[in-house]
């Protein structure tokens, strides 16, 4: 596999792209409230009348339509920064107070303040160090603030070419990171030092298109076996039902009871984590509004959670056996649209 540094990404076609989205806007069709599931300004509404200030950092932000809409609507106190690698920024954006533009790639660029709320709307897509980028800007976040990126990770791949969408959505959780897999977004409160066992060995420009239908960049990393993250400690056993009600899911005295309204899908897969000692079978069930709960094999009523899923969607309940880790997670239901 030929694995391109940044300065080779970023001459790459790929990411030149003409075609791709440059152009959304704060709210509407084609908007940053669409695609991210929030309006950007409610986040920081309630700042600015606390605080009578708030910041909000864009990473990747094209042509800073967004940011400029923003500084439009909002009263004075808002202070507004992005960052894209191409300077093809709105000529309506550009000279507007209280907004600055930076023309750099964000793998690269370091603030020299902290936000209340930092986005990257469709960028990381056509990024190398996906994770590296994350575990910086999520130490760029003010107390209380709110990150919130769109994140492929089906473009996350382990240096000998295994899918690493689940180990790593596993990590970013026990991180305190969370992933809508629903709308492809991880979402953080507050910064966060972001260790994970992995370390960055290269682009590929070459993955084809990825959900968005735009091509894309594939990130590979090797997994580390030493670091500075805490020994894993096994954690508490949980108790899963699923019944005519929902799922009910208890978890060292708290009880989690999702009606079946509010459930998007339910999956098993099995996730292998050499570095972390980790190889177990898992069932993850998406909510419709983002979260999501997951159960081990070793968990009470896994077995009959995962049998009676499947019976609901009139599918034969998988051979568990047979999972083979890093590959796609196998369905079980999920919810009619
Ligand atoms: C699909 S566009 C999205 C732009 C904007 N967020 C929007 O939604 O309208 C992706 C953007 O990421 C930018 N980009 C790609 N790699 C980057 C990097 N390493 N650093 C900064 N920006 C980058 C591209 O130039 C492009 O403007």
């Known amino acids: 596999m030929r694995l391109l540094d940044d300065e080779a990404l970023q001459r790459s076609s790929v990411v030149a792209n003409n075609a791709m989205n440059r152009e959304r806007g704060l709210d509407g069709v084609n908007s940053y409230a669409r695609d991210l599931g929030f309006h950007p300004l409610d986040r920081l509404r309630s700042r600015l009348a606390e605080h009578g200030a ?20 909002t009263p004075d106190g808002l202070e507004l920064v992005g960052v894209d690698l191409v300077d093809h920024f709105d000529p309506q954006a550009t000279g507007v107070d209280g907004l600055t533009l930076v023309t750099a790639s964000v793998s690269q660029w370091q603030p020299d303040r902290t936000f209340d709320l930092i ?31 769109h994140l492929d ?25 969370a992933y809508d897999a629903r709308r492809r977004i991880v979402t953080r409160t507050g910064p966060t030092v972001l260790d994970l ?10 993955a084809g298109p990825n959900y968005t239908g735009q091509p894309a960049v594939d990130s590979y990393y090797r997994p580390l076996r030493t670091g500075t993250r ?20 208890e978890h060292e005295g708290t009880v989690f009871e999702v009606e079946w309204n509010d459930v998007h899908r339910a999956s098993v897969s099995r996730l292998v984590v050499e570095t972390a000692d980790i190889d177990h079978v898992e069932l993850t069930v998406d909510l419709v509004y983002g979260h999501y709960l997951t159960v081990l094999d070793s968990d009470v009523g896994f077995a009959a959670a995962v049998a009676e899923f499947a019976r609901r969607s009139g599918r034969p309940a998988p051979d568990l056996s047979r999972l083979r880790p890093g590959h796609d997670d196998i369905e079980l239901w999920q919810q009619d649209r």
Request: glycine share 10%; with cysteine.
């Open 153 to 177: 990770l089906a473009s996350i791949r382990l240096a000998d070419g295994t899918p690493a969408a689940q180990p790593v959505r596993r990590l970013l959780r026990e991180a305190g990171v």
């Open 230 to 249: 805490p020994d894993p400690v096994p954690p508490p056993r949980r108790a899963v039902a699923v019944d005519d009600r929902g799922v009910r899911v």
């Open 54 to 73: 708030a910041a909000w950092l864009d990473l990747c932000c094209g042509q800073g339509r967004a940011l400029a809409q923003a500084a439009r609507h």
């Open 197 to 206: 066992p992995l370390e960055y060995a290269g682009a590929d420009d070459r």
């Open 119 to 149: 986005t990257c709307v469709h960028g990381l897509h056509y990024v190398g160090d996906k994770l590296g980028v994350l575990a910086r800007a999520l130490t760029w976040l003010s107390p209380g603030g709110v990150f919130a990126a």
